[in-house]
């Protein structure tokens, strides 16, 4: 019975060796399925990579690369100028209301409306030799005068219409 047993004592210990072997070779074996697959992936891929390489003309495809990049280039040119127009015109408008403004600034220092005023000027030209006094009149009024401006010689009618369009001024 101990011969036995040490027989059934070995025996075991060879069914697990032999367990162990049986899984390695079914590793292995998997390993090599794994590795026959990718062959045959590899294979394919080359396949497809001929078939591509074949039906790409690289003379044609350079060609079309060139004037893509020559087309590409002729529209940044024109979008640049398109660009400096459109600066070009916006600081035009900048310029032209910045100019207004300083001029309507001045005039606002120096007390005259254009665009309110402008209106009711007459459309009547005046005399030179009239225009003289009447404008001494209305300044000498203005500056201090007080009561009205003695009429200018040759022009009653005319002084009294600018005297009563100026104290309507006044009044606004």
């Known amino acids: ?76 040119m024109k979008q640049e100028m398109m660009t400096d127009t459109m600066e070009g015109m916006n600081s035009a408008e900048n310029e032209d209301a910045e100019t207004e403004e300083v001029v309507n600034k001045v005039l606002d220092e ?10 009711d000027a007459p459309e009547a030209g005046v005399p030179v030799a009239a225009e003289v006094p009447v404008r001494t009149a209305v300044a000498a009024d203005v500056s201090g005068g007080g009561g009205g401006a003695a009429p200018a010689a040759g022009g009653g009618s005319l002084d009294g219409d600018l005297q009563a369009r100026l104290d309507a001024l006044k009044r606004q």
């Open 110 to 119: 120096i007390g005259i409306d254009l665009e309110g005023r402008l209106a």
């Open 1 to 76: 019975m101990a011969k036995d047993l040490v027989r059934i004592r070995q025996n075991v210990q060879k069914f697990y060796e032999m367990r162990a072997e049986l899984q390695a070779v079914s590793l292995r074996l998997v390993t090599l399925k794994s590795t026959a697959t990718m062959s045959d992936a590899m294979k394919g891929a080359a396949k497809a990579m001929m078939s591509m390489n074949k039906q790409i003309n690289l003379p044609a495809m350079q060609k079309i690369m060139f004037e893509f990049e020559k087309q590409s280039e002729v529209m940044e």
